[in-house]
């Protein structure tokens, strides 16, 4: 979800608009941020919940990382809650929440789930065939 909402902000951002309020995709600009609001809290928690560290080789670098992980959602958090209670959100504001060291800080932490498959998964640099 909160992927999601990074991709639909950086559309948004590439409008130009500066109001949200009579666009359709201001609406569900507030919609998806809402929901991504609502999945950064506590996403450090459920994701020590979820991953068995026993079976995680350098759990103790897991463990670090989802402390890295709960500090950077909070920074997300106080920055998108401040940008979805203005009244208007234009795209420049969206472009700046974009570029937000914390947001994208965020979205980086998020390799824990990569990390914390019982059998990595090999990731392709480029799709099958592209290369053809």
């Known amino acids: 979800?909160?992927?999601?909402?990074?991709?639909?902000?950086?559309?948004?951002?590439?409008?130009?608009?500066?109001?949200?309020?009579?666009?359709?995709?201001g609406r569900r600009l507030r919609v998806?941020?809402?929901?991504?609001?609502?999945?950064?809290?506590?996403?450090?928690?459920?994701?020590?919940?979820v991953i068995d560290v026993d079976t995680i080789?350098?759990?103790d670098r897991l463990m670090a990382l989802l402390a890295v992980?709960?500090?950077d959602a909070g920074d997300s958090l106080a920055a998108m809650e401040l940008v979805l209670a203005q009244p208007v959100i234009s795209s420049w504001l969206i472009d700046n929440l974009n570029g937000s060291?914390?947001?994208?800080?965020?979205?980086?932490?998020?390799?824990?789930?990569?990390?914390?498959?019982?059998?990595p998964q090999a990731v392709p640099l480029v799709a099958e065939g592209a290369c053809r």
């Open 1 to 25: 979800m909160i992927e999601a909402c990074c991709d639909f902000m950086q559309a948004c951002a590439a409008q130009g608009l500066s109001t949200d309020s009579r666009a359709r995709s």
């Open 32 to 49: 998806l941020m809402a929901e991504a609001i609502s999945a950064m809290k506590g996403i450090a928690e459920h994701c020590a919940t």
């Open 57 to 59: 080789e350098a759990a």
């Open 69 to 71: 992980l709960d500090r």
């Open 101 to 119: 060291v914390h947001l994208r800080g965020l979205l980086g932490d998020l390799v824990v789930r990569e990390c914390a498959r019982p059998e």
